[in-house]
């Protein structure tokens, strides 16, 4: 291996690898003049002859055959051309899928969705237990008071009936061509059904003195007795021609319920109707 003037080892042993300097007969060379001697040729069989590049020293018209004139030593700027270029690489095509086919586009990247952001859970406040409604006394039905009344009228059938029985007076007794009609509402205690007499001291709650007068009622016919439920009923307390009870005669002194719609004949031909409402 050759050292060069600066110290440098070589591999080259005509000009330095490292800094191209001269070394040997290059050197003896590069100190004459700016060109060689003339009519002396350069020593072809030192330097032997290299492929042609079509590039020449600008100094010495050598052959280029590296980046330093192989007989000066010039050194060829940085980027210059190579001896052998060669072809200019070029990227290798993509590989097609066929013969003929254009080559395949590179697949799309999917788009990528974000995570929605993630909310932290917040307990909720349970809610308080209902608190129960207090309970609502049961109202009480307040007992429903009926109202009694008797509808006192002439009933004509009733004395074709007394008639047809054939007691006495009877041819006597007639049918009054007129009798109103008139209504009697219960209360107290007791409603005492008769004709009024003044020197007995009788004045009945129901007075059937007339006129028209029935002769068969007597002073102190009968007597409606209310009940402590609101009810009430009939009692004979010994009339002179009995009392009827829906056409049964009652017995004298018997207390007999009486009903919504119950008819009571008495004398001749005088009806009580019973209502209730």
């Not at 003929?100 to 917040?122: D, E, K, L, N, R």
């Not at 008797?150 to 009798?179: K, L, M, N, S």
């Amino acid at each position: 291996m050759a050292t060069c003037p600066s110290g440098h080892q070589s591999a080259s042993d005509d000009f330095c690898d490292v800094c191209g300097t001269p070394i040997g007969a290059a050197a003896a060379f590069a100190a004459g003049a700016d060109g060689p001697a003339p009519n002396t040729a350069p020593d072809t069989a030192a330097y032997p002859a290299a492929p042609a590049t079509g590039e020449t020293c600008p100094h010495c018209a050598t052959p280029r055959t590296g980046q330093f004139c192989e007989a000066c030593g010039y050194a060829y700027p940085a980027g210059a051309a190579s001896a052998d270029p060669g072809p200019p690489a070029t990227q290798a095509p993509a590989p097609v899928s066929g013969p003929g086919s254009m080559p395949a586009p590179a697949p799309a990247a999917a788009p990528v969705t974000p995570a929605p952001p993630v909310t932290p859970a917040v307990p909720q406040a349970s809610a308080p237990a209902a608190t129960p409604a207090p309970a609502q006394p049961t109202a009480v039905a307040a007992p429903v008071t009926s109202i009694w009344t008797a509808v006192v009228a002439a009933d004509r059938d009733y004395y074709e009936t007394v008639r047809a029985a054939g007691g006495p007076d009877t041819d006597a007794i007639t049918f009054p061509a007129y009798c109103p009609e008139r209504r009697f509402r219960l209360s107290g205690k007791e409603v005492r059904v008769g004709r009024r007499s003044v020197s007995r001291g009788i004045d009945p709650e129901i007075d059937l003195t007339g006129p028209p007068a029935d002769p068969g009622v007597s002073r102190l016919h009968a007597v409606l007795v209310a009940a402590p439920d609101g009810t009430w009923s009939i009692v004979d307390p010994g009339s002179e021609n009995g009392t009827l009870l829906n056409g049964t005669e009652i017995p004298r002194g018997t207390q007999v319920p009486l009903h919504d719609g119950d008819r009571i004949h008495l004398g001749a031909w005088t009806a009580l109707t019973i209502t209730t409402r």
